[in-house]
C-alpha cells in the first residue's frame, strides 16, 4: 500500500516484479484511487481471460477494463473520447509498438505528457501470448517514467519460491506467504500412467486434502483434448470444467478446473496440477510455459511428470 502512495503521485510509473509480488492487487487499487479522484481510468492487458476477471472486480463508476484493441470502443461506451488515466497489467504481453501505438491515442496527453502506470513482470513471461520487442520498452522510458520495482512475494509459500527459483532460475521476490506444503512429484512411465498418476492425485487433494474441488486447477500447455486430462477415468472427467474467457466472471468455480496454461496466465489457485510438461524445460518457450505454470498456485503445487523408463535410462 505504501508503493501505492508513490505510483498514486506520479504521472508515469514503471512497476516491475515478478509473478506474485502483487502487480494485479496494486493496479486494481491504484484505479480505485485514480477513479475516486476524478479521473476516467483505463486498464489494459492483453489475455481476454485477465480482462473478464478484472472487470468481474470492477464495480466503481469511472473505470473501463479493455483489450488494446478494444479501447476505443470502451471510451465511447464512456461517452468520451480519450481517458484520463491508463494502467497496463501483465504489460509485458503488450511490449509491442502497435499495441503502445494504441493505448497512445486513448490517453489525454499521449503516453508522453499523461498519466499512467505499466505493470510487467521482469522474468519470463513475455512471449507466452505475444512476443516482446525491446524497443517499445525502450520507448516507455524515453517518457522519463519513475521505475517502482516490487521484491517481495505475497502469493506463493516458501516451498513454490524455492522450486520455481531452483529449476528455473526466475526471480520471484523474497518472503512469499511463510511455510507451506512440500511439492508433490507424481511420475510414471507410460501416458497411461500419467493419466492414473493425475487420477491419484486428484483423489488425494479432494478426499484425503479436504480441498474444496474448485480451488483446484489443473494446468496444461495443450488444450484439453490434447492433455493428459482427457485420458482420466469418466468419474473425475466429469467433475472438470474446461475454463474460457467468460467463465472468468465467476472464477472460481464449484468444479476443479481445467485451462492451458497461457490462458490461465496472470491468474491464480490455491492449488494447481501442472501435466504434459516436456522433459527437457530448456529451451526459451518451456521455461516460460513452466515459471507461468508454477507461479500459480497459492499453497499446493503438483507436478505429473514422466518417469524415464528402464530402456531411457540403458540408452
Not at 466429469?238 to 485451462?259: C, G, N, W
Request: hydrophobic share 40%; net charge neutral.
Amino acid at each position: 500500500m505504501r508503493l501505492v502512495d508513490v505510483i498514486e503521485v506520479n504521472n508515469r510509473v514503471i512497476c516491475k516484479g515478478g509473478a506474485g509480488t502483487g502487480k494485479t492487487f496494486l493496479a486494481l487499487e491504484l484505479a480505485r484511487r485514480w477513479s475516486g479522484a476524478g479521473l476516467m481510468v483505463l486498464v489494459v492487458c492483453r489475455s481476454p481471460w485477465l480482462r473478464h476477471w478484472l472487470e468481474s472486480r470492477f464495480t466503481i463508476p469511472r473505470v473501463a477494463v479493455a483489450l488494446p484493441e478494444s479501447a476505443k470502443r470502451a471510451a465511447q461506451r464512456c461517452n468520451i473520447e480519450q481517458f484520463d488515466a491508463l494502467i497496463v497489467d501483465e504489460g509485458q504481453d503488450l511490449l509491442d509498438l502497435h499495441a503502445i501505438g494504441q493505448m497512445n491515442v486513448m490517453l489525454a496527453g499521449g503516453l508522453g505528457a499523461g498519466t499512467w502506470c505499466f505493470f510487467h513482470d521482469v522474468n519470463n513471461q513475455s512471449g507466452i501470448l505475444s512476443p516482446a520487442d525491446p524497443h517499445a520498452l525502450a520507448l516507455l522510458h524515453s517518457f522519463n517514467p519513475i521505475s517502482v520495482p516490487l521484491r517481495t512475494n505475497c502469493r506463493n509459500t516458501r516451498q513454490i519460491l524455492n522450486q520455481v527459483q531452483s529449476r528455473l532460475k526466475a526471480d520471484m521476490g523474497i518472503k512469499g506467504t511463510g511455510n507451506g506444503p512440500d511439492i508433490r512429484i507424481r511420475q510414471a512411465e507410460s501416458q497411461q500412467g500419467l493419466a492414473q498418476a493425475l487420477a491419484e492425485e486428484l483423489d488425494y487433494l479432494v478426499d484425503q486434502g479436504g480441498l474444496y474441488p474448485g480451488s483446484i486447477s489443473i494446468l496444461s500447455p495443450f488444450p484439453f483434448p490434447d492433455s493428459r486430462v482427457a485420458h482420466l477415468p469418466r468419474r473425475l472427467s466429469s467433475r472438470i470444467q474446461v475454463l474460457d474467457e467468460y467463465a472468468m466472471r465467476t472464477f472460481p468455480p464449484a468444479q476443479i478446473s481445467f485451462a492451458t496454461i497461457a490462458e490461465f496466465k496472470g491468474l491464480e489457485n490455491q492449488a494447481v496440477i501442472l501435466v504434459d510438461l516436456p522433459e527437457d524445460i530448456s529451451r526459451p518457450e518451456s521455461i516460460a510455459a513452466s515459471y507461468v505454470a508454477m507461479s500459480r498456485p497459492r499453497a499446493i503445487l503438483t507436478l505429473i511428470q514422466r518417469k524415464a523408463s528402464t530402456q531411457d535410462r540403458l540408452q
